[in-house]
């Protein structure tokens, strides 16, 4: 049953969009059409010819208003909700009052029954001019108001036009009642068009406040993944759920959204956090795409209709079971006794006192800058930020007393996972330096108490080369095999295979279609810095 309902509630506002849409049309035409001579003169019996003629504007300013309220129902708001509630009541009423046009009130009459049922699906508070109309929007509620006012001169071609018509009153003044609604309508568009254009402009990523950090750490405290720490690099927005349990972060790059990693938080949070990114980059006509997302959270998108591609491998070496003895570690030994004996050392800094370290730790990584090219990378990666490093415990490899290497330390909660983000060495660190502060965190992690370490992602690793494989499967295969002079894909892979890990895939969750090329370059626009850096790295 919950599968049904969830289903339900994504097919809802989609079907109640459309039926909205087409009750707007059916008004706009209706309004631009001559009533039954014999119903009108029903009417005026009864009625007073001012109510006539009120009855009729409102039903085609009601109608131009329900094209423009089904962009809002389509993205489940409940203010699109209330007010095509009472839009389409009040198209009811004008449908009778104007002529007894008793067929689109039955039609306008089962819309509205469907709403009453469908109320929990439009749940969402965001602000009706938040977003964008798609240019598909645009042009559908263009059409039914122009096809509406070209019906309404076809229908009326036997009248002669004169200025006097627009001040016309009376049961047989129909073409000007016509003439009356169709300004009215485009007067009511014109007025939205305006609001829209004086709203907020397009959305920017907006860094999260102290409170959102406080929010977030929360959330990270309380499941068992490091990869959520990112968010503490402040370059990417956060969305939380409604209860601020759990949230997405996110960056934005030309049309394309990339929300890093699955969501964070309680696992029956998940599919809700899904949809409000969904929701939000459909808000602003965006292009919705989950980066590095696990194997075990695959099933969430694709119950949201979206598909998926491996980027690569997770190198996670196994703690429980971590040891330096046997022959597969031997090299690793005689680098740490090499050097120890020539005097370096390793210890973990507490992150109570990370923020005294700072400015050794700056002279490091501005070495380490200097050296490559490029620059500092974001997004995915961590940058040297004072902030973002005083929240963690920092590993070193000191010799004489100097910070040679270091490491910050993501660790997850109940010890579950243990990872290393930023690692940084001076030109003096000896080469087998960052493999031995890498085996020495895990040596750490061992002892207190940690399950995983991971090694980070090896990208295009672990890709099907077979001819019958997906057609990106084999591209990613053929730049894996033949792409070192752009990027060290097998050299990445080769490093951490010295350490013995398991492999585990992970993905690039997107829409479908052609779009993957320019995803892709999106991605690496974000996590370079640019555009421009993506080329000039």
């Known amino acids: 049953m919950s599968g049904l309902r969830r289903a339900t509630d994504q097919i809802a506002p989609r079907v109640l969009s459309i039926s909205t849409f087409l009750s707007g049309a059916i008004l ?27 009855s009729h504007f409102i039903g085609s300013v009601v109608g131009a208003a329900l094209l423009v309220l089904s962009h809002g129902l389509a993205r489940r708001l409940d203010a699109a909700y209330l007010l095509a509630l009472t839009c389409i009541t009040l198209g009811i009423v004008a449908s009778l009052l104007k002529g007894i046009h008793y067929e689109e009130a039955l039609a306008l009459t089962l819309v509205l029954l469907v709403f ?108 068992p993944w490091t990869f959520p720490s990112l968010a503490f690099l402040r370059d990417k927005a956060v969305l939380f759920d409604d209860e601020r349990q759990g949230f997405v972060m996110y960056g934005v790059q030309g049309r394309t959204w990339v929300a890093l990693g699955d969501p964070a938080g309680p696992a029956d949070r998940v599919p809700d956090l899904i949809r409000g990114f969904l929701e939000k980059c459909h808000d602003f006509n965006g292009v919705p795409v989950f980066y590095e997302v696990r194997q075990d959270f695959l099933h969430h998108y694709a119950d949201f209709g979206l598909a998926f ?23 690793h030994r005689q680098n740490r006794r090499r050097l120890e004996r020539s005097g370096v050392t390793f210890r973990v800094i507490p992150r109570e006192e990370t923020a005294a370290m700072m400015d050794r730790l700056r002279a490091v990584s501005d070495e380490w800058l200097a050296a490559k090219a490029g620059g500092e990378k974001g997004f995915s990666l961590g940058s040297f930020s004072p902030d973002y490093l005083s929240r963690f415990d920092i590993a070193v490899m000191e010799r004489d007393g100097e910070i040679i290497a270091f490491a910050n330390l993501w660790a997850g909660s109940q010890r579950f996972e243990l990872a290393t983000d930023l690692i940084r060495h001076t030109r003096a660190a000896p080469p087998e330096t960052m493999e031995a502060l890498l085996v020495h965190v895990m040596a750490w992690g061992k002892t207190h108490g940690y399950r995983w370490f991971s090694l980070g992602v090896a990208p295009l690793s672990g890709l099907e080369q077979s001819p019958v494989a997906p ?50 370059v999106d991605v690496s626009a974000l996590i370079a810095g640019g555009y421009r850096k993506v080329v000039l790295k």
């Open 28 to 54: 706009l035409v209706s309004g631009a059409t001559p009533s039954a001579a014999a119903r009108l003169s029903l009417v005026a019996r009864v009625l007073p010819i001012g109510v006539i003629e009120v």
């Open 116 to 223: 009453w049922q469908a109320r929990p699906s439009f749940n969402r508070r965001a602000a009706f001019f938040d977003a964008r109309f798609s240019t598909g929007w645009l042009v559908a509620i263009a059409g039914a108001l122009g096809a509406s006012v070209w019906i309404g001169f076809f229908a009326f071609r036997h009248v002669e036009y004169s200025n006097e018509l627009w001040w016309q009153f009376g049961l047989d003044a129909q073409a000007s009642r016509f003439l009356r609604g169709s300004i009215g309508s485009a007067v009511l568009l014109l007025l939205v068009a305006l609001a829209r254009l004086l709203a907020a402009a397009a959305h920017e990523v907006a860094e999260p406040t102290e409170a959102d950090l406080d929010a977030v750490s929360a959330i990270i405290e309380r499941q």
């Open 309 to 331: 591609v491996k980027l690569g491998e997770e190198a996670r070496v196994d703690l429980t079971s971590f040891t330096l003895a046997g022959g597969h570690w031997s090299k």
């Open 471 to 520: 057609f990106w499967s084999r591209v990613g295969s053929f730049l894996y095999a033949h792409g070192e002079a752009f990027y060290h894909f097998r050299g990445l892979r080769a490093f951490k295979q010295k350490f013995h890990p398991q492999w585990e895939p992970r993905y690039l969750v997107y829409p479908g279609g052609l779009g993957l090329p320019r995803i892709v």
